[in-house]
């Protein structure tokens, strides 16, 4: 069958750094997809990591590796606003998007 | 309007009732989707449809009853649902190109509780 892991929940202090990671097991790949969903509200787009490597964007980056079948966002200098769940989704052979259940970041002061 | 929007935001209903999930996107896309959220479990697709073409239904009970009128527009009718069915229903939009995969637009959801 077809599995995304990520840690249900995780704790994380403002200006720190923390690293959300997900291994997955699926049939194919066509790319791996992170979300970002505050409580309440729509899932939105984050990152899209296709090739191996670092993409980095802002305060946020996403690893890929193919051949280990993992995925990791970087949050760097954590604020309040970025707690939220971050969902990672793998598009399969068939172009299918399968959904980890998210990990719930909770910032504290 | 822009990008996805969701009506209603909440809703309580019986379990005899029936009700009706609306979805509108304005991003000029070809492909809709309809998912279940629930607690600590990952997003369940429920339905797709591309242009306007019911293209994947994963097994889902026909109490759930999605419709496409057009591009822009999806709906989900609602009849008879049982309590388990309480969850947080997400809309999203997509624009398809062949052999690749391009991100979904979420809609802000409905939460639905079924008494």
């Known amino acids: 069958g077809q599995n995304i892991d990520q840690p249900t929940e995780m704790t994380a202090t403002e200006g720190a750094i923390v690293q959300i990671n997900c291994t997955y097991q699926?049939?194919?790949?066509?790319?791996l997809f992170w979300y970002q969903q505050h409580a309440g509200e729509a899932p939105t787009f984050l990152s899209y990591?296709?090739l191996d490597g670092l993409e980095e964007k802002g305060r946020f980056s996403s690893f890929l590796s193919r051949s280990k079948g993992y995925s990791y966002l970087l949050l760097k200098e954590l604020q309040m606003k970025d707690s939220a769940s971050y969902l990672c989704?793998?598009?399969?052979?068939?172009?299918?998007?399968?959904w980890g259940a998210g990990t719930k970041l909770i910032i504290k002061p | 309007e822009t990008g996805v929007t969701q009506t209603p935001r909440h809703l309580v209903m019986g379990m005899t009732n029936k009700k009706s999930l609306k979805c509108e996107q304005h991003?000029?896309?070809?492909?809709m989707y309809w998912y279940k959220q629930s607690a600590k479990k990952p997003l369940e697709l429920m339905f797709v449809?591309?242009?306007?073409?019911?293209?994947e239904n994963n097994s889902v009970p026909s109490r759930f009853s999605p419709e496409c009128p057009n591009s822009s527009h999806l709906f989900l009718h609602l009849h008879t649902l049982q309590p388990e069915d309480s969850a947080l229903y997400l809309c999203?939009?997509?624009?398809?190109?062949?052999?690749?995969?391009?991100?979904?637009?979420f809609g802000p959801g409905t939460r639905l509780t079924v008494l």
């Open positions: 999203a939009s997509s624009q398809l190109a062949g052999g690749s995969y391009n991100e979904q637009f």
């Open positions: 991003l000029g896309h070809n492909a």
């Open positions: 449809y591309s242009l306007e073409e019911r293209v």
């Open positions: 699926t049939s194919g790949f066509n790319g």
């Open positions: 990591n296709v």
């Open positions: 989704a793998v598009v399969d052979s068939n172009y299918q998007l399968i």
